[in-house]
């Protein structure tokens, strides 16, 4: 690889992380009554000041293992549900 490519890998590779930080920071506030798409989540990446596009949300979600919204609204009611049950 060339200089320059590496040093474009290692500034994408800090951003993503960058991302991350803010993205598990908003993800540990929703509920499952309020569940972020990949495009609401941008949305609200972009609001706290980082810049942020829809395919960055979505490759630092995977990178992660953060399933999409459908998926976590499910996971957030089911533990919701067990922790009013009992």
């Known amino acids: 690889m060339s200089k320059a490519n ?7 590779k800090k951003h993503h992380s960058e991302v991350a ?23 609200a990446i972009r609001e706290r000041g980082v810049y942020c596009t829809a395919t960055i949300t979505h490759k630092v979600r995977v990178s992660l293992g953060i399933v999409a919204g459908d998926q976590r609204r499910i996971d957030l009611f089911a533990k919701e549900f067990k922790k009013n049950r009992n």
């Open 21 to 43: 930080k803010v993205m598990k920071e908003i993800l540990a506030k929703e509920t499952y009554e309020n569940v972020l798409t990949d495009n609401a989540l941008t949305d």
């Open 6 to 12: 590496d040093a474009r890998w290692a500034y994408v």
